[in-house]
């Protein structure tokens, strides 16, 4: 045990990736009973959520949406399956527990705001594009929803979608590509993409 912890020290201690902080490494220490990698994760982890649930959600929303998803990661850390890619792992959380933050602030909201009265724009349309999104990405193959994800989303180069995954490049692309004409076939006249989403 003292070996693979002082392995996993290495590692997330170690040299970082051409991507920046060592998400892998951290996590495998972690994994491994290291609490300074496990709080520093944490950190990590906590500002990339925040960066992520920031082009997504209402401001209002965000706080909540990554104590959600922080919760989740540490309850869910067992699932995590050494040598993968941690970052779509993270990213699957966030979603999903974005997708449950917006439904949340539906069921609670009791009058309709006016817009004019802050001069703030509504995330109406934003988030009810992201609910319809996922609900068609949850359809997708796992692969093809990531690559589309991580790419045509969240604007990381085929090159980074490819170490983030562990799919070779030719593969995002190939994802990438099954994957629209997937939801492009779902989306058929426009209108009904509503009706195959529910």
Not at 77 to 91: C, H, K, N, V, Y
Not at 175 to 180: D, M
Request: proline share 4%.
């Amino acid at each position: 045990m003292a070996r693979q912890l002082d392995t996993a020290r290495h590692a997330a201690n170690g040299p970082r990736k051409a991507a920046g902080y060592d998400w892998e490494g951290a996590m495998a220490a972690s994994l491994a009973g290291d609490p300074a990698a496990y709080r520093r994760l944490l950190e990590e982890a906590g500002r990339w959520l925040r960066r992520y649930f920031a082009r997504r959600l209402a401001s209002e929303l965000i706080d909540d949406a990554v104590q959600e998803a922080l919760t989740a990661l540490h309850l869910k850390r067992a699932t995590f399956e050494p040598g993968r890619p941690f970052l779509p792992w993270l990213a699957a959380i966030a979603r999903f527990k974005g997708v449950d933050c917006m439904r949340s602030a539906g069921r609670h909201c009791t009058e309709e705001l006016d817009e004019t009265l802050h001069g703030v724009p509504s995330h109406e349309s934003a988030s009810l594009s992201g609910i319809v999104m996922a609900g068609l990405f949850e359809r997708l193959r796992r692969p093809q929803a990531d690559a589309i994800q991580l790419v045509k989303l969240q604007g990381f180069s085929v090159r980074e979608a490819a170490a983030m995954t562990g799919q070779s490049e030719a593969l995002v692309k190939v994802n990438i590509h099954r994957g629209l004409a997937a939801l492009k076939a779902w989306f058929g006249d426009g209108e009904l993409a509503f009706e195959k989403v529910r």
